[in-house]
């Protein structure tokens, strides 16, 4: 079962994340954006209703959230340590301070459903909201990195809750933008609230960024020493994750702003309802990717702190250095005769089998993506007038493609894990709950298998106008977080830092490929081919990091 807990905890903490900025967010929207004291013309009671509702969910989930992580502590910490770890837990800082955290936001949450719910409307009652927030967002200052840091940790402490108020603002704010378009979906709200909130929150958006990398710059110079440090860590490889998905959060956001703005110059409304939304829609993937990544940081220790850990920005280089792929793989019973040494507790001998192994696993899955993009791009191709009796025979290659996916998870089924069932001795469930390596192997390979199957049920002409290709991008999206999260040991050999740079890239990459996917079903022309083709070229990009994929052999 420590293989459960370890695979949850490394999400729990993105969850808690995400109940964050609802909870806090809600409280900028309330008091910057939406202002509700001032009476706007089409401020209906289901709008002030939904949104302190936002409010008080997020802050009930968060506090079940943080409740969560103590209890997941105790269990990875009773199951290695194999014993109660009372009463030396209860005097930690992790555990004083989630419980503190854990009542001060239930607090809060009560405040806000059985007295700010009933006077929405009132700016003296946000503002003792706020007030009451107050003690429940300083006390994360003692569940973040800079607590335990001897050099500035007050300042650092500072710092990262502020960094942490910006991202609220911002990702809580789009969280709202999300719930007005629906509730004018919904003819819940007057249309003309749209864009007023939306150019409202244009300004404050802006101005959240920029706490965010006003704070954010400082932190990473503190725990970032060496150019290496920030190439060559987990740390410095997840910070690089996200100032990657920052900057496509604010390409999207960009996208928002023009929109806005060209509405107010021209009042022509086409981009604001028909393009706007679904940008929004893919902004909000994005940065709740960037939270759970995020979450995946706050585990890692700091590069300054891991100097003989760091391995040099040619070693990572070589990662994605193209290779011959390796098409044979070494037998089942070579792999298993290396594997005592390989997993030894002391003394590891790596086994040369065990990395053919993987190496032809990964070739062979960048094979089959490679195959299957190449055939997806050639749906967004117009054939040249020569060749156009090709198009009847490929049109069921362009359209099924994803039959690849059915075959990929097959062949992952029993190639990931070697060593449990089906090949190996180790039972199936045993493996499962006991590792949490494997766990993600087996969750990995059902989302390939699944994503297959349903994609091929969309592409049938009955289904072209359900929701069902709709599943495609989310199960993506899903797939880059796993990857995003994927086995984050905190002092981790170089080596395993060198797999983990692999997964992160393709993380990324995942999340391009399911939001490019998400707007080509949403998106009118041009937008919609100009979405789907990006996505499918994503997906060439994972095939050929799978395909000259060569794990370190040291």
Same mark, same amino acid.
């Given at each position: 079962m420590a293989g459960i807990a370890d695979f949850l905890d490394s999400l729990i903490g993105g969850f808690a994340l995400i109940c964050f900025c609802f909870a806090v967010g809600s409280l900028f929207w309330g008091l910057f954006v939406l202002r509700p004291w001032q009476h706007e013309a089409g401020y209906t009671p289901a709008l002030l209703d939904r949104t302190v509702k936002l409010l008080y969910v997020g802050g009930f989930a968060l506090a079940g959230a943080q409740l969560f992580k103590v209890i997941l502590k105790i269990w990875l910490m009773a199951a290695v340590l194999d014993k109660w770890p009372f009463p030396e837990f209860a005097e930690t800082t992790q555990f004083i301070g989630g419980i503190v955290r854990a009542l001060l936001t239930v607090g809060l949450a009560c405040y806000c459903r059985f007295i700010l719910s009933k006077n929405p409307a009132s700016k003296q009652y946000w503002q003792t909201a706020c007030l009451v927030a107050l003690p429940m967002i300083i006390s994360g200052a003692w569940l973040v990195h800079a607590a335990g840091r001897f050099d500035n940790p007050v300042v650092l402490m500072g710092l990262t809750v502020i960094h942490q108020l910006g991202a609220a603002a911002w990702i809580g704010g789009v *969280?709202?933008?999300?719930?007005?378009?629906?509730?004018?979906?919904?003819? /819940?709200? #007057? $249309?003309?609230?749209? $864009? =007023?909130?939306? /150019?409202? *929150?244009?300004? *404050?958006g802006m101005a959240s960024v920029g706490v965010i990398l006003l704070t954010g710059l400082p932190m990473a110079f503190q725990y970032i020493d060496s150019w290496n440090g920030f190439i060559g860590t987990g740390y410095g490889n997840l910070l690089m994750v996200k100032i990657v998905l920052l900057g496509l959060a604010l390409s999207l956001a960009w996208l928002n702003k023009t929109a806005v703005q060209d509405y107010f110059a021209t009042r022509n409304s086409h981009t604001l309802t028909y393009r706007l939304p679904y940008y929004i829609e893919a902004e909000s993937l994005v940065l709740i990717t960037l939270l759970f990544t995020a979450a995946s940081l706050a585990s890692q220790p700091p590069a300054i702190d891991i100097p003989n850990l760091t391995a040099s920005w040619q070693e990572v280089i070589s990662m994605f250095a193209p290779q011959i792929p390796r098409i044979a793989s $070494?037998?089942?019973?070579? =792999?298993? #005769?290396?594997e005592a040494g390989r997993v030894a507790i002391i003394g590891q001998v790596p086994s040369e089998a065990a990395t053919a192994w993987s190496d032809y696993n990964h070739n062979i899955s960048g094979i089959f993506l490679t195959t299957m993009s190449l055939f997806a791009m050639l749906s967004y191709i117009r054939l040249p007038a020569s060749l156009s009796g090709l198009e009847r025979y490929l049109a069921y290659c362009t359209r099924y493609w994803p039959i690849g996916f059915v075959g990929m998870g097959i062949f992952l089924f029993f190639r990931s894990d070697a060593e449990t069932w089906p090949l190996g001795p180790i039972g199936f469930w045993e493996s499962t709950f006991n590792n949490g390596e494997v766990l993600q192997h087996r969750i990995a390979t059902l989302l390939v298998f699944t994503l297959g199957v349903l994609e091929l049920i969309a592409r049938l002409p009955k289904n072209q106008n359900s929701k069902m290709p709709y599943f495609f991008p989310i199960l993506a999206a899903f797939g880059g977080l796993m990857l995003l999260t994927h086995s984050h040991v905190g002092f981790q050999a170089k080596s395993a830092f060198l797999i983990q740079v692999g997964h992160t890239f393709m993380g990324v990459l995942s999340l391009i490929l399911a939001c490019g996917r998400w707007l080509e079903l949403k998106l009118d022309k041009p937008g919609k081919d100009i979405a789907g083709f990006i996505s499918v070229a994503a997906m060439f990009q994972i095939g050929l990091v799978l395909m000259f994929y060569r794990e370190p052999l040291y």
């Open positions: *969280f709202h933008l999300v719930n007005i378009w629906i509730m004018r979906s919904q003819s /819940k709200i #007057a $249309p003309e609230l749209w $864009p =007023l909130l939306l /150019k409202r *929150f244009s300004h *404050f $070494p037998t089942h019973q070579d =792999l298993i #005769a290396g």
